[in-house]
């Protein structure tokens, strides 16, 4: 008997998902691997392999030479993809990159205690966002569940840059 191959992201969730969703889960995508992805279950589990839930604090297969830069790089996915789609807002609302913002995306790891993630502007002293997680706490079950963390953080940084302009 032929084992099931089980892939935790598929193409039917990314179908589902509203356009600004899937740019979320395309931008993680991008980020990950460095190219855009094809809309395959294969394709989507694969690139995205480091966003799923694991009983560690990134999936065995995942880690690295350094578990800490394994750790950093699946925070990375996140919040780089909320900074790049937070740009792409601010510029279609006429605020220009260095003038209103300048994003500097700052994570403290941990495999033992939380990572910190901060988005800060490098010619302000301005905070975007402060968040922290263990990271054995992160981990999408669905590209639903991605795109919305991803859209979160977005949605704090662009209110942000919002009120202070």
Excluded at 54 to 80: H, I, M, N
Aim: glycine content about 4%; overall charge neutral; proline content about 4%.
């Amino acid at each position: 008997m032929k084992p099931q191959c089980e892939y935790p992201f598929t193409a039917r969730q990314f179908e589902a998902l509203a356009e600004e969703g899937r740019r979320a889960v395309q931008a993680v995508a991008q980020y990950l691997t460095g190219s855009a992805i094809e809309r395959s279950d294969q394709a989507l589990s694969d690139a995205l392999n480091l966003m799923k839930p694991s009983e560690g604090c990134v999936p065995s297969e995942e880690v690295g030479d350094d578990l800490l830069t394994s750790v950093r790089r699946k925070f990375a996915a996140v919040y780089q993809a909320a900074i790049e789609l937070a740009e792409a807002e601010l510029r279609k609302r006429g605020l220009e990159r260095r003038r209103h913002f300048n994003f500097c995306l700052v994570i403290e790891p941990s495999y033992e205690d939380a990572t910190h993630v901060v988005i800060v502007d490098y010619d302000k002293p301005i905070c975007y966002l402060h968040e922290w997680n263990k990271a054995w706490h992160v981990g999408f079950s669905s590209l639903a569940a991605l795109a919305k963390a991803v859209l979160s953080a977005k949605t704090i940084v662009v209110r942000r840059v919002k009120d202070l302009t």
